[in-house]
């Protein structure tokens, strides 16, 4: 009884320092970011290593405020590619200290994983190709619709299936860019997914005036970084440089730069103007998780 004791106090203890993120980025001076290959212009890979975007952006921000706050002369950042599937176990297990992606911040994962402010609010939505004649949900039946494992457009899907009374088969793509594929090549006759990734592909497709995104808002989803949880020092660290940038107006203007003006490798601009959900977000802080946006 004593052993076993003994062995659950020394797990207790390792579980509080593996929480401590701001302990060990400062003992290891460097922090591993979860990033997305395909998420839009919210987080995708350039190739060779490298990643951008938005959330990126904001992440690599955060990180020189936490360098800054720790006294740390260097940090080292390790890109770690990560998939709906995968991103909050490796957010639990330590691999990834801070998630920067497209990760929805809802009531169930709050249970395993940690969020800070939200810094986007998504509308989920349809992308079609433009020739298919489809313009809303309704005209789904008997089709084929991609989305992509892991996420919960499969769940929004789901309920809305049940809700109209249409019946397709869903396709499923391992991460947004396959899901995309899936449409692109005709295996599936619509994608969907939250609006900022739907556009960010169309964005990069060979010819993006062959797709449209149609039909209502299918749910309203608060978009954030995701960290470990019970972590309050660098949930405050990472909360209180994200408000800092709401504060001054820098938010916008990293907007600005990744949704409406030319970004790479193409050159080409998704054209999406922050919304209202989004702007609200920005001017009042807050971690709520999608049931209090579907609650209004």
């Known amino acids: 009884m004593k052993h076993t004791l003994l062995t659950l106090a020394l797990a207790g203890l390792a ?3 593996q929480a401590d993120t701001l302990k060990k980025i400062k003992d290891s001076g460097s922090v591993t970011m979860g990033v997305r290959e395909s998420s839009g212009a919210l987080s995708y890979t350039l190739g060779d290593g490298k990643f951008v975007g938005y959330h990126v952006e904001l992440c690599e921000r955060v990180l020189k405020d936490v360098q800054k706050q720790l006294g740390l002369g260097a940090l080292t950042t390790k890109y770690q590619p990560v998939t709906s599937q995968n991103r909050i176990p490796l957010v639990q297990n330590g691999t990834v200290d801070i998630e920067c992606g497209s990760t929805t911040n809802n009531a169930t994962r709050q249970k395993d994983v940690s969020f800070a402010v939200t810094t986007f609010v998504e509308e989920v939505r349809i992308a079609v190709k433009s020739n298919s004649g489809i313009t809303g949900i309704g005209q789904l039946n008997g089709k084929k619709v991609a989305t992509t494992t892991g996420t919960t457009s499969v769940q929004t899907l789901r309920k809305n299936e049940r809700a109209t009374g249409v019946n397709f088969e869903e396709v499923y793509g391992k991460d947004h860019a396959d899901s995309f594929l899936l449409l692109e090549s ?9 609006g900022a990734i739907l556009a960010g592909n169309i964005a990069k497709a060979k010819n993006p005036a062959d797709f449209k995104i149609v039909g209502e808002v299918l749910s309203v989803e608060p978009i954030a970084i995701m960290m470990r949880k019970d972590d309050p020092a660098f949930k405050k660290a990472v909360d209180d440089s994200l408000m800092a940038m709401m504060k001054s107006g820098e938010i916008a203007k990293i907007w600005d730069k990744w949704f409406l003006q030319p970004i790479p490798p193409a050159n080409t601009k998704v054209g999406m103007p922050a919304n209202d959900n989004t702007k609200a977000a920005w001017a009042a802080p807050n971690d ?9």
């Open 15 to 17: 579980f509080g320092a």
């Open 186 to 194: 005709g295996r599936a006759d619509a994608f969907v997914m939250d």
């Open 288 to 296: 709520k998780p999608m049931e209090a946006y579907a609650a209004k």
